[in-house]
């Protein structure tokens, strides 16, 4: 889909579907208001009304969109709006679309770009590459869309360009998140990274299990020794560090598959496990958004990746790990597994001595039921790091909720025979998992994200989600980065 800017009115240019967002309170151009109940159609949030104009009106059939008040329009009004027109033409098989938000802009020209960018092409995503069956329909794709504005516009050019770039962020996420754990193993998943280290300028390392047993990444080795595919740590490197480009690490909980291990998962909660990786299809997708954007940070994505499975020489309950660190962590559940590959790319993460380490994993069942899918958990051992990170949630309606992170949590995974147990019982569980990670990053300011709930969506929560994965955490981290992490 190629989106380009245009000056005009939507009335006067030609298109197989026009969609014209309109303000609640404020009337309809005069060649559209007599072809509508007034009742019908109020233009409040993400409210359509379809008509099919003749006479005057060029194009062939006008999409109504609402946004509700002008005076009250946020970023995310118009990028559901725009998902909403996008998949109104996919059903259309309407190959020419124009879209029009006319009049005064309330919101910063840039953003307003951006929002309706992403909500265009990440409303359109679709993953298809399974399916024999399509109807037409289905698998029609928009070729073009242009933006209408009233006036020539720089910063809405560069929102849109800038917004088309984080849009394919999140859709290698999704890509990824929607793969079959028997088509996206670790090694498939170290591949990928391969890849987008050709498409962009990232440097990508892989170990290898060899490696991994010579560097001590017990970790890792534990978790993926009873798959048939072998585990992998991946390194992708955007930028030098110097002065005044900050490194952050990101790191991602890569499990291309959790069966729970010998813990095993009833059958019910294993059906959604390939988005065990969910976390690395953040890390994915923000490494390649900041490397298309070329921001001016030093930024190092770590993603340790294994499949969680059971056989002879599965790791038991019971077992005692030592990982990268040195640190020895006592198995009681071999579905706590997260946390374990964790620990070693938390400390992994130390050698850089960054700013921040920020990590996301689809890491615990408990935050589903804390929060629901309408927030991703948050804990962090830094306030003012999680403060920029929450309003950017905010900015971009990936919103972050925060968990304590007190100490009395700590006590409640320590063990007797070893360092650190990997589960504190029922009580707390998505904050026992954050204060397991918090031992291993030392001192650096360290995020936590636990988007078990949030990455993978059964009903989509947003007019650009599809059932699925939803590539949570990219557009947020793209924000933070772009505004706060100066
Ligand atoms: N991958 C799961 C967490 C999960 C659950 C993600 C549901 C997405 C949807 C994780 O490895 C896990 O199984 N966690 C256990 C931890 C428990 C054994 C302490 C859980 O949440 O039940
Ligand atoms: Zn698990
Ligand atoms: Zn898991």
């Known amino acids: 889909m190629d989106v380009t800017l245009k000056q005009g009115r939507i009335l006067d240019e030609a ?63 118009l990028r559901q709006a725009a998902a909403i027109g996008v998949q109104q033409a996919q059903k ?33 995503y679709r993953f298809l590459r399974y399916r024999t069956n399509l109807k037409p329909e289905e698998s029609f794709a928009v070729s073009s869309v242009a933006l209408l504005t009233d006036e020539a516009n720089a910063a809405t050019q560069a929102g849109v360009t800038q917004g088309l770039a984080i849009a394919r962020g999140v859709t290698l996420a999704r890509d990824l998140v929607n793969t079959p754990g028997g088509d996206l193993t670790p090694p498939d998943l170290a591949d990928a990274a391969v890849a987008l280290g050709q498409r962009v300028k990232v440097t990508v390392t892989v170990l290898d299990k060899t490696q991994l047993e010579e560097g001590g990444f017990g970790g890792i080795l534990a978790v993926g020794r009873a798959s048939k595919s072998e585990p992998r740590f991946i390194i992708m490197e955007y930028g030098t560090p110097s002065a005044d480009t900050p490194t952050i690490c990101l790191v991602g909980k890569g499990l291309t598959f959790d069966s729970g291990g ?52 599965a790791y038991r309950v019971g077992d005692i790990i030592k990982t990268l660190s040195g ?19 938390l400390h992994y993460a130390q050698q850089y001595q960054p700013k921040a380490i920020i990590e996301f994993s689809t890491l615990t069942g408990a935050v589903i039921i804390a929060l629901g899918a309408y927030a991703t958990g948050m804990m962090g051992t830094d306030q003012a790091l999680m403060d920029a990170l929450r309003q950017a949630g905010e900015a971009t309606s990936e919103r972050v909720w925060q968990l304590p992170l007190w100490d009395e949590y700590k006590e409640m995974i320590k063990s007797e025979i070893a360092d650190i147990k990997n589960i504190g019982g029922r009580p707390a569980g998505s904050i026992t998992a954050g204060a397991f990670l918090a031992n291993f990053v030392g001192e650096y300011p360290f995020v936590h994200f636990d988007i078990a709930a949030t990455g993978f969506e059964e009903k989509p929560t947003q007019a650009y989600h599809m059932a699925g994965g939803t590539g949570v955490g990219v557009r947020l981290m793209v924000e933070y980065l772009q505004h706060y992490a100066k």
């Open 262 to 313: 010998l813990s095993i998962k009833p059958a019910d909660a294993m059906t959604t496990m390939k988005s065990d990786m969910g976390g690395s299809a953040t890390v994915f997708g923000t490494v390649q958004a900041v490397a298309e954007l070329g921001l001016p940070i030093h930024l190092v994505g770590l993603v340790p990746s294994a499949e969680n499975m059971i056989d002879g020489d």
């Open 15 to 77: 298109a197989d579907l026009a969609i014209l967002a309109t303000y609640a309170e404020e009337a309809l151009p005069e060649a559209i208001a007599g072809l509508i109940e007034a009742d019908d159609y109020k233009g409040t949030p993400k409210q359509t009304a379809l008509i099919y104009p003749r006479g005057a009106v060029v194009p062939r059939r006008v999409l109504l969109v609402g946004l509700g008040k002008r005076d009250e329009l946020k970023a995310n009004t």
């Open 92 to 124: 259309l098989q309407a190959a020419s679309v124009t879209i029009g938000v006319h009049g005064p802009m309330p919101l910063d020209e840039t953003r307003a770009g951006q929002a309706i960018a992403e909500g265009l092409a990440l409303g359109a």
């Open 327 to 345: 640190k020895t962590i006592e198995v009681l559940n071999t579905d706590a597994e997260g946390r374990i590959i964790l620990a070693d790319a």
